[in-house]
Structure formats: structure tokens, C-alpha cells
């Protein structure tokens, strides 16, 4: 990957980069998602206050037993910012869908410094793919719908080959 975002856990491809660079609503939408992500990876989960609705959606959190809007979204990062201190994220793709959608495909990495779904901290490296759909208003998100291979990702934790 590329150029970096500045004071970002995320490395961005060329592509993503000359969106940045130019003067419209697909570049203001990208800096969007960034703080959003940004926000995320932050050790101190109540930045995400700052970047999501209060009644913010996060449909595979939700499916998956956390609870509903903010407090899911708190409960999950505090968790994987405890297991993965450390992760990066490439943002390998950008796509565009109207004026307030956008889908980012990222390939992550971390180290497992700490437990994580049951699993105690193993100290090995992985790699995961995320893909994203983030809704954003005025600014900050609304609802976001993502698919990553977490049974890949729990694999790679029990030392596993997929």
C-alpha cells in the first residue's frame, strides 16, 4: 500500500489517496468513514461518540448478540482495541453508492495481545478482510453493515491452517 492517511492507522492505495486529494462530496464521504475508523481504533472508545448518531445502526453486531446502536458498537471495539492493541488496516478499495454510501474494502493485521471471544491472548500475528457499508448524515454514520471471515480469523488464533 501506498500513502498513508495522516495521524492514521490506515494505509490507503493510490486511488483511495486522489479521491482524498480532490475537492468533492466522494472525497468529503472518504474523510467521513477515515474519522469514523480512526475513531474506532482509538483506545478511548468514547471518541466514537463524536463521529456516530445516537441512533446509529451496526447490523452485524446486532445479529451477532451485541446490543443495539452506540453500545454495541463501545462493547465490540473495547474489546478488539484490548485483544489487537496494535492492528493496521489497508484500505485496499473504495466504491460509492449516491452521496451517503460508502463501501471500503480493508485488509487488516494485528497482533493477539490479549483475550479475545474466549480465546486467551496468543501472541501471533493475523490477517483479516473486512468489507464495510457505512451510511453516513451530516457527517457522521448512521448505519454500517460489514462481512469478514471470522471463523478465518478465530483459525488463525487457535494456530490453526484454513
Do not use: C
Not at 501506498?2 to 468533492?24: N, Y
Not at 445479529?63 to 496494535?86: I, Q, S, T, V
Not at 473504495?94 to 501472541?123: C, K
Amino acid at each position: 500500500m501506498s500513502s498513508k492517511a495522516s495521524e492514521s492507522r490506515f494505509d490507503l492505495v493510490p486511488e483511495a489517496q486522489e479521491i482524498l486529494e480532490a475537492d468533492t462530496p466522494r472525497a468529503e464521504l472518504l474523510k467521513h468513514f477515515l474519522r469514523f475508523a480512526n475513531a474506532l481504533a482509538a483506545k478511548d472508545s468514547s471518541a466514537i461518540d463524536e463521529v456516530i448518531h445516537a441512533d446509529a445502526r451496526f447490523h452485524e453486531l446486532e445479529a451477532a448478540g451485541y446490543p443495539r446502536g452506540p453500545e454495541g458498537l463501545r462493547k465490540f471495539r473495547r474489546e478488539m482495541n484490548a485483544a489487537f492493541p496494535d492492528q493496521r488496516a489497508a484500505v485496499t478499495a473504495v466504491r460509492f453508492d449516491g452521496d451517503d454510501i460508502i463501501e471500503v474494502d480493508l485488509d487488516s493485521t494485528a497482533t493477539h495481545q490479549g483475550e479475545f471471544w474466549g480465546i486467551p491472548a496468543t501472541g501471533r500475528t493475523v490477517r483479516f478482510w473486512i468489507h464495510t457499508r457505512d451510511r453516513f448524515v451530516d457527517g457522521k454514520l448512521l448505519e454500517r453493515w460489514d462481512r469478514a471471515d471470522i471463523d478465518d480469523l478465530m483459525r488463525q488464533l487457535r494456530g490453526e491452517a484454513s
